[in-house]
Every structure is written in C-alpha cells, then in structure tokens.
C-alpha cells in the first residue's frame, strides 16, 4: 500500500471523520470498531478484522496436526 497523508478535523469533543479512503481500505462498513496504538512513532489505527486475521495467521502457523476444534470437541 502506498503511504498516504490525511488532513482530519478534530472537534471540540474528540470525534473525527475518517476520510472515505481510508474507511474502504479497512474495509470499514456502517458503523465500525477500530482499535488506536499510540507510542512513540505516532498513531496507528487499525479495523478489528485485522486482528482477526492476526490471529489466525498465529494459529495456523503455531497449530499441530490433529488439534482442530471438533478434535478436541470430540475428545472431550
């Protein structure tokens, strides 16, 4: 992805309105949860299905053969 920069107002209150480019490049639809990381670098906002991809990219690759939930659903 090609870095882009984005000129957003802030209000008074706190809320801002993510331009529509960055909304379809997180796949963001309707009303959406975003998580913010502040450290030294900035701020970074990312959509919560990247996460979700995240941690199934962990899972696939730290997973065994044969641990799949309905294994263990069946061994319990």
Avoid: C, W
Wanted: without cysteine; proline residues 1%; aromatic residues 6%.
């Amino acid at each position: 992805m090609v870095k882009q920069t984005f000129d957003v107002k802030v209000a008074g209150n706190g809320q801002m309105v993510l331009p529509v480019t960055v909304r379809k490049a997180l796949g963001l639809v309707g009303e959406s949860r975003v998580t913010l990381t502040l450290d030294d670098a900035g701020v970074s906002l990312q959509a919560m299905a990247q996460h979700v991809l995240r941690a199934q990219r962990l899972y696939k690759e730290y997973v065994t053969a044969g641990n799949s939930v309905d294994e263990f659903l069946i061994d319990r």
